[in-house]
């Protein structure tokens, strides 16, 4: 274990998604082919909102941004996966763990807060439609992302800064193929209750704030399109919330069985193959959702 004249500890190794020897080769080529079309879908996505003018509207400018963030996401976690399939240590420095930590707490929060404004975007857009355009105007529209990254940054440098004042000293195997809070928790030999108290309080604001405001614009959207025409209501609100529905699910879904830790011995091994789900498949999911279900991105692409 490398370590200073202290004995803290200057890096870490990561025990990667398996020990299996077996598994390591096909779980490799399978990762690196989700990599490599996660990273095209996305930059499609994000030439195809940049490029045509007709995409140039305030649903399409949050979905750019979150395919920024998705690309982003792979960027910083995927290649230091694939690397514990083909290499016998797997070792990233304290600086380095950090700052994976830093920018999964950033993106993870980030989309949350997109997902968020793409709800309240789909309410002003079915709901008040007149006043659309003016609510949903792009200095509004990057006023409150500006805003969502500004605050986005602060949290995750209060977690990480939560995290460096811990005292690693004894073993420095993370049981994961990433960096992050619980395993690096797990290892600390001082106290994390601080730690712990910033996460819950952190977590619960997020997940709380953003899944009520998403299920609050579609109920408001729900109770709109009801005195319609069952056909045309549903048709409408389907048609133009479907996609951001199914994406929501995903994300949240997954997120919770990652995080949420059943009270059994395989728990850790659970966390981490439903992790691989939310760093891996939501990213690649999100633009073939969006591609497939929405004309105005599938005539873009023609």
């Given amino acids: 274990m490398a370590m200073k004249n202290d004995c803290s500890v200057i890096e870490f190794i990561l025990m990667g998604l398996t020990e299996q020897t ?11 082919v989700n990599y490599v079309v996660t990273v095209m879908g996305n930059l499609i996505s994000i030439s195809l ?7 140039h509207t305030p649903m399409y400018f949050f979905l750019f941004n979150m395919s920024f963030i998705d690309l982003c996401y792979s960027l910083v976690f995927t290649p230091k996966m694939l690397m ?14 950090m700052t994976q930590l830093f920018f999964f707490c950033f993106f993870v929060n980030s989309e949350c807060y997109v997902l968020t404004a793409m709800a309240y975007d789909r ?8 006043m659309y355009m003016v609510t949903m105007s792009p200095k509004v529209c990057s006023l409150l992302m500006c805003d969502s990254y500004t605050v986005r940054f602060a949290c995750a440098m209060v977690c990480v800064g939560c995290m ?13 193929y990433i960096c992050d809070i619980f ?12 730690n712990q108290l910033v996460v819950s309080i952190g977590v619960s604001t997020v997940v709380i704030t953003s899944s009520l405001s998403i299920f609050l614009s579609y109920a408001l959207i729900l109770f709109n399109v009801l005195p319609m025409s069952v056909s045309k209501g549903w048709s409408k609100a389907f048609s133009t919330c479907g996609s951001h529905i199914i994406t929501v699910d995903l994300f949240y879904g997954f997120g919770m069985l990652t995080h949420v830790k059943p009270s059994s011995s ?20 999100n633009p073939l959702i969006y591609s497939l279900r929405n004309k105005d991105v599938k005539l873009a692409l023609k």
């Fill in 22 to 32: 077996e598994l390591q080769l096909p779980l490799f080529f399978l990762l690196l």
């Fill in 49 to 55: 909102i940049c490029l045509n003018s007709h995409l």
């Fill in 84 to 97: 514990s399939f083909i290499s016998e240590r797997n070792i990233i420095s304290f600086a380095g763990c």
């Fill in 123 to 130: 309410y002003q857009a079915i709901c008040k439609p007149l």
């Fill in 164 to 176: 460096i004042r811990l005292i690693f000293c004894d073993s420095n195997i993370i049981n994961h």
């Fill in 183 to 194: 395993p690096l928790l797990q290892l600390s030999c001082s106290s994390t209750y601080v």
């Fill in 266 to 285: 395989g728990s850790v091994e659970q966390g981490k193959f439903f992790s691989v789900f939310y760093t891996n498949v939501v990213p690649i999911l």
